[in-house]
Antibody, heavy 121, light 109 residues
Framework: QVQLVESGGGVVQPGRSLRLSCAAS????????IHWVRQAPGKGLEWVAV????????YSADFVKGRLTISRDNSRNTAYLQMNRLRPEDTAVYYC??????????????WGQGTLVTVSS | EIVMTQSPATLSVSPGERATLSCRAS??????LAWYQQKPGQAPRLLIY???TRATGIPGRFSGSGSGTEFTLTISSLQSEDFAVYYC???????????FGQGTKLEIK
């Protein structure tokens, strides 16, 4: 079955960097777009970034542009979210999700369990 | 920028009754609308996409309707496991930025 496992979260000081990973299994990874969505404690869902199935198109939300970069390695069935110059307001659970449609990059379908990032001094 | 507004913020319904949740878009998103369910401590789960297509494994008591700017998620006969927070998401264009509504909490009456 489809499985997505996020890792790399933790406590980090403001201004530092962190790289999140999303390891996928149970589907043809190279055929699906991957999303990152975050959720601050007690808050709603906030879409962060998306990368197309082949990595040729990627986009990040305005509030993270220039600081967070999405990438993928189809040979490793893994997607990444590089987070630089972290701010306290980046504190959240970060979820990766496989797109619902083959070759699509619009609808987060299957989600991982998330990894918590805490930005604090 | 498309803004998604869900109502009500909290809905109290008794088990076995029908629940109706609303989602409004600030401009037309055609039928490019999805619904998600999130239980405490869990990841969101896709329920509906294309405004009315149930995702794999979603029970028939969940149904979606609407197009353009007005959408509805209906749960026909509430089960105990249905009490959760529900989010709508528009994906009318790429990139899918600013996509989620603020959520509706469905609680036991």
């Amino acid at each position: 079955q489809v499985q997505l496992v996020e890792s790399g979260g933790g406590v980090v000081q403001p201004g530092r960097s962190l790289r999140l990973s999303c390891a996928a299994s149970g589907f043809v990874f190279s055929s699906y777009g991957i999303h990152w969505v975050r959720q601050a404690p007690g808050k709603g869902l906030e879409w962060v970034a998306v990368i197309s199935y082949d990595g040729s198109n990627r986009y990040s939300a305005d509030f993270v542009k220039g600081r967070l970069t999405i990438s993928r390695d189809n040979s490793r069935n893994t997607a990444y979210l590089q987070m630089n110059r972290l701010r306290p307001e980046d504190t959240a659970v970060y979820y990766c999700a496989k797109d619902q449609t083959i070759f699509g990059a619009l609808i987060p379908g299957n989600w991982g369990q998330g990894t918590l990032v805490t930005v604090s001094s | 920028e498309i803004v998604m507004t869900q109502s009500p913020a909290t809905l109290s319904v008794s088990p076995g009754e029908r629940a109706t949740l609303s989602c409004r878009a600030s401009q037309s998103v055609s039928s490019n609308l999805a619904w998600y369910q999130q239980k405490p401590g869990q990841a969101p789960r896709l329920l509906i996409y294309g405004a009315s297509t149930r995702a794999t494994g979603i029970p028939g008591r969940f149904s979606g309707s609407g197009s353009g700017t007005e959408f509805t998620l209906t749960i026909s006969s509430l089960q105990s496991e249905d009490f959760a927070v529900y989010y709508c998401q528009q994906y009318n264009k790429w990139p899918p930025e600013n996509t989620f509504g603020q959520g509706t909490k469905l609680e036991i009456k």
